[in-house]
């Protein structure tokens, strides 16, 4: 197999980002657009210094130092072909559990000029129905008391900023990579919220010397299992701890708003605009809907991979229903965009089985996308007096997933939503179908005033309830 290794010398690579959330996404798409940038020798000063904030990030960290932060990508074609990368990109490694010291002198540090974040859809810690920052959570509250004792990720960077401020080291720039529509703005949204209430000296310095660029990104990254070690290191030949792999399609679009410089992204391949919401919102109203619209139907009809449930005509003829019915009226093309073509690539990605991605990771923390992913188009929708029966099917799926926990095959399954409350676990055990439209996840629409809505999905929750998911995708 021939292995791409890295065009510069490690050692003369100096730390201008800061990466705060080292995971695949992260090392699939971030760290591979500075990997290529940094054979340029004006460019390298913008290596990455990971930062890892969690208890859960041990084993990452632990991985990549054993073999000094290297690893490798491998990109698999959707013509069967892949391509093996080796990764030099990230420079340094801080556990904020370990040594919360370092994470606050490397923001404070004047060679960082952007502090880039994948911390989730979730991880912004905005209240599902007002989309304000949350500062009632107890987290959030410590950190506000005791800000010389940081754990969130808002602690951290106040606290490195505050520090940053006094040394007179600079401007810096706040870089969202989550999907989330207008990232940047709901980043500067929690931080500035944060910043605000713990010191309002800190928070007049941000407004003048901290930029929050709205960003676009996409790359399907699976979670690399065991079994996927395995592999990939048979087919590389490297024994590499921390591989990851991805699909071979990949995309970064950015807002030029960077106050303290930026990487000359753009000789490897990164759009930068004025405005990106076209962008962001053909993504996440294309891409991630549809993953989220054909997840939970996949997993009740008892696909665990992706590319095995795009097999499915029924699966495929949902999505592609969506997409062109519910979903392009809603989404004027970008500039340099066909959006036929973008349509037909995403079920390609998405057939793709040399990625194989898992079922699991779509319905994975469902409570944060669908505000996000679904919400905005259905109450366009809703309003225009469109067809609802395939969004209406999607929620009457996500209850029967959430409640009875068995799909359609009899296999039992466990339930990962991080971000789920008391109060939604309420209205997801309640025999009632209506109750569950009152889910956090939805609060930005009222859906029991929609008769239109309320009517097919109380038939679909009964006829999933009774029949199966099966059968009912099939009459749809």
């Not at 309002?200 to 699976?222: C, G, H, Q, Y």
Request: with cysteine.
């Amino acid at each position: 197999m021939n292995i791409q290794t890295y065009q510069y010398d490690s050692k003369n690579i100096q730390a201008g980002i800061l990466h705060i959330g080292v995971g695949n996404f992260h090392r699939a798409h971030q760290q591979f657009y500075i990997n290529e940038l940094l054979k340029y020798e004006k460019q390298q000063h913008w290596g990455i210094c990971g930062v890892c904030l969690l208890p859960s990030d041990e084993k990452i960290v632990s991985s990549l130092r054993s073999q000094n932060l290297m690893y490798t990508l491998t990109i698999c074609g959707r013509d069967g072909k892949d391509e093996i990368h080796t990764i030099g990109s990230l420079t340094e490694l801080i556990w904020g559990v370990e040594d919360p010291n370092a994470v606050i002198t490397k923001i404070a540090d004047s060679a960082i000029k952007i502090i880039s974040l994948t911390i989730t859809e979730g991880g912004y810690n905005l209240d599902k129905e007002t989309n304000e920052f949350n500062l009632n959570d107890e987290k959030i509250k410590h950190d506000l008391e005791n800000p010389n004792s940081p754990t969130t990720v808002f602690g951290f960077v106040a606290q490195g900023l505050r520090k940053r401020k006094a040394d007179g080291n600079g401007s810096i720039t706040i870089l969202s990579c989550d999907n989330l529509q207008h990232n940047g703005n709901t980043a500067k949204r929690s931080f500035t919220a944060f910043i605000e209430a713990q010191d309002k000296d800190l928070a007049e310095w941000v407004k003048s010397n901290v930029t929050f660029p709205n960003s676009m990104v996409d790359r399907i990254t699976p979670a690399t299992t065991p079994e996927d070690r395995i592999r990939l290191n048979e087919k590389s030949g490297i024994d590499d701890q921390a591989p990851v792999y991805c699909e071979d399609f990949t995309q970064w679009v950015i807002e030029d708003q960077f106050i303290a410089g930026r990487p000359a992204l753009e000789k490897v391949g990164v759009a930068f605009t004025q405005d990106v919401t076209a962008f962001e919102n053909m993504k996440l109203s294309l891409l991630n809907a549809s993953h989220t619209l054909l997840s939970y139907p996949s997993f009740l009809k008892g696909y665990r991979k992706v590319d095995e449930a795009m097999q499915d005509r029924a699966i495929v003829k949902l999505t592609r229903d969506f997409m062109d019915t519910d979903i392009t009226p809603y989404v004027p093309a970008p500039e340099n965009t066909d959006l036929e073509k973008y349509k037909q690539t995403l079920i390609e990605r998405f057939s793709n089985h040399s990625v194989s991605d898992q079922v699991s990771r779509l319905c994975f923390d469902g409570i944060s996308k669908f505000p996000v992913y679904i919400m905005p188009n259905l109450a366009k929708m809703i309003k225009d007096g469109k067809d609802l029966t395939r969004v209406a099917f999607l929620l009457a799926s996500y209850r029967h997933y959430l409640k009875y926990k068995v799909d359609d095959k009899g296999y039992s399954y466990e339930v990962s939503e991080p971000w789920i409350t008391e109060h939604d676990q309420k209205l997801i055990s309640s025999n009632d179908p209506l109750d569950f439209l009152e889910l956090s996840a939805f609060k930005s629409v009222d859906l029991k005033s929609s008769e239109a809505f309320t009517e097919l999905y109380t038939q679909l929750v009964k006829s999933i309830k009774d029949k199966g998911v099966t059968p009912v995708l099939e009459s749809i």
